[in-house]
């Protein structure tokens, strides 16, 4: 996916982030109980803490998946370490009473992937664009397509140039 020429961007402090995490675990906390949280790395691993916090969730587990390789830049998808049986034996079979935590889905190729994986579990990210959207059971913010967001861990402090144009 090449980066459109009228992408935007959407930049999230972590204050906002912690707020946006957990106003997702409110949500998640009328749709569970969960027996785990199954975070799809890296960007899920964040949110999944916060949420896990919330709900008193205590087995954690992660899917480790490689898609992008830089802004607007999807390369080929690639599951780098699967999802352990205990997470889904017994009781969980097919991931029922499992949430998985991701940070955003665009596309929707990762959740598609990880969904094939655990068809039962209930998955949820704080962000959301419309391709992506109908693969989500519950989302936050919806952002549009054409938009980029910038995480905190991706960011840092930078001199932005004043409106009218010099320094
Ligand atoms: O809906 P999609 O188009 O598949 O995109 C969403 C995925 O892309 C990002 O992960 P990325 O592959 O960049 O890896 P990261 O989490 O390690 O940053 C993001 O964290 C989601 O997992
Ligand atoms: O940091 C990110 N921001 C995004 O908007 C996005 N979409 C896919 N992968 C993404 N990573
Ligand atoms: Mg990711």
New binding site residues.
């Given amino acids: 996916m090449a980066e459109a020429p009228s992408q935007k961007h959407f930049p999230v402090s972590w204050d906002q982030f912690h707020r946006d995490a957990r106003a997702l675990a409110w949500r998640l906390a009328a749709a569970g109980p969960f027996d785990s949280v199954v975070c799809v790395t890296r960007?899920g691993l964040v949110p999944a803490a916060i949420v896990a916090r919330e709900l008193n969730v205590r087995m954690i587990e992660t899917v480790c998946v490689e898609s992008?390789t830089g802004i607007g830049r999807q390369g080929e998808l690639r599951v780098l370490k699967g999802i352990s049986e205990a997470i889904t034996s017994g009781s969980n079979a097919g991931g029922q009473g499992v949430l998985i935590v991701d940070d955003?889905v665009?596309t929707g190729k990762t959740a598609r992937v990880v969904r094939e994986l655990i068809p039962k579990a209930h998955f949820a990210t704080v962000y959301a664009k419309p391709m992506g959207r109908p693969l989500v059971d519950t989302f936050i913010t919806e952002v549009s397509q054409d938009?980029?967001?910038?995480?905190p861990w991706?960011t840092g402090l930078a001199f932005v140039p004043p409106i009218h144009g010099g320094a």
């Fill in positions: 960007g992008y955003l665009d938009t980029w967001i910038f995480f991706d």
